[in-house]
């Protein structure tokens, strides 16, 4: 239920942060470096400050478990995969849910900003991966090939590309 924080030279543990109350699932920082978000399956997304360890806020919204959080890179938005079969894209200034973005059948397991900060990939236990317009919420991809869940989605450094890891075989 918590999110640490480490120090890479030293090992010590600078700060512990609380406030969900069920599993982390995920957490990523901002591209800035000055935030924490952290996805719980508390169906909650949560908002750290990195230097005070404050809880900024809560971002409230998926009706289950929250698996995969991601910042865009600009570091305005946070997207975010759950258990409720959705993809959901944040403000990171106000926590407002901007859009939720259907499509999958199944939970989705991870979600991913393109490095342009115009599309985001999900993957999902329905054996699919989409590409989605971020800012028209429109998927205009769905990738099939998986025969088992997806439970990581990644772009390339140039966007080119997305890499999708499944259980299958």
């Not at 800035?32 to 952290?38: A, F, L, Q, R, V």
């Not at 946070?78 to 999958?104: A, P």
Request: with cysteine; hydrophobic share 30%; proline share 2%.
């Amino acid at each position: 239920n918590t999110v640490r924080l480490w120090n890479v030279d030293t090992g010590e543990n600078i700060r512990t942060l609380k406030g969900h109350t069920y599993l982390v699932k995920s957490v990523k920082f901002s591209p800035d470096g000055k935030y924490i978000c952290s996805g719980s399956w508390d169906n909650t997304m949560r908002l750290w400050n990195v230097d005070t360890g404050e809880n900024i806020r809560t971002l409230n919204g998926h009706t289950s478990f929250v698996w995969s959080v991601s910042f865009s890179p600009d570091g305005k938005y946070i997207c975010s995969g759950s258990w409720d079969n959705t993809v959901r894209l944040w403000n990171v200034d106000t926590g407002e849910n901007i859009r939720t973005l259907n499509g999958h059948t199944k939970d989705v397991l991870s979600v991913s900003f393109s490095p342009d900060g115009k599309y985001i990939c999900s993957g999902s236990m329905d054996n699919t991966v989409r590409l989605w317009k971020v800012f028209t919420g429109k998927c205009i991809h769905t990738l099939t090939g998986h025969t088992d869940f997806v439970l990581s989605v990644a772009f390339s450094p140039d966007g080119n590309y997305i890499c999708s890891g499944s259980q299958d075989e």
